[in-house]
């Protein structure tokens, strides 16, 4: 029995250093193809409809976070720039805004940026992260064409933040 505990404990670490380093390993070996865009090419291009999961405002630089879905058959590269540029004209007046696109409404509601609790089904279900920065003039969107490749995502640079609409 004593031999079957620190074995035990072992076998525990070991696990909980794999899931930790899986993690890490998956932002640091993703395969990213680079793109540059303009949302300006995408204002006529119609927006798939979406849901809100969630949406908090973050504290130390205040920004929101939004988690929206949309069904998995409008991910396409078009649709998820129209409706990252869209969204981030409606919260222009923000300094930054997160934006997460999955294709899965009940995972659009629990989705962790972090990792943590997330499951492979909501892991899968992040098709597109946008993202724009007043602070550092940018926006972008990074886009998952195929939710059983984690790891292969196209980031496009789509050029300055969008100009801040006065409310």
């Known amino acids: ?7 035990f404990f ?3 670490m070991t696990l909980v250093v794999q899931i930790a380093g899986s993690s890490y390993a998956h932002s640091e070996s993703q395969e990213r193809e680079t793109q ?3 949302c300006a090419n995408f204002a006529s291009i119609p927006i798939p409809r979406y849901r809100l999961g969630r949406q908090w405002r973050t504290d130390v630089k205040p920004m929101p976070v939004l988690f929206i879905s949309v069904k998995p058959r409008d991910v396409s590269r078009d649709s998820v720039i129209s409706l990252g540029c869209r969204i981030g004209e409606e919260y222009s007046s923000e300094q930054s805004l997160d934006l ?3 294709d899965d409404q009940h995972s659009a509601k629990i989705y962790s940026p ?4 997330n499951t492979g089904k909501t892991e899968r279900s992040l098709r597109a992260i946008y993202e724009f920065s007043r602070e550092k003039d940018y926006q972008w969107i990074d886009w998952r064409p195929d939710p059983n490749q984690a790891s292969k995502w196209i980031h496009i640079d789509l050029g300055k933040a969008p100009v801040a609409l006065k409310r």
């Open 100 to 102: 997460y696109i999955l």
């Open 36 to 38: 540059k865009e303009s």
């Open 114 to 117: 972090a990792h943590e609790g």
């Open 10 to 12: 072992l076998a525990e």
């Open 1 to 7: 029995m004593r031999v079957l505990v620190p074995v």
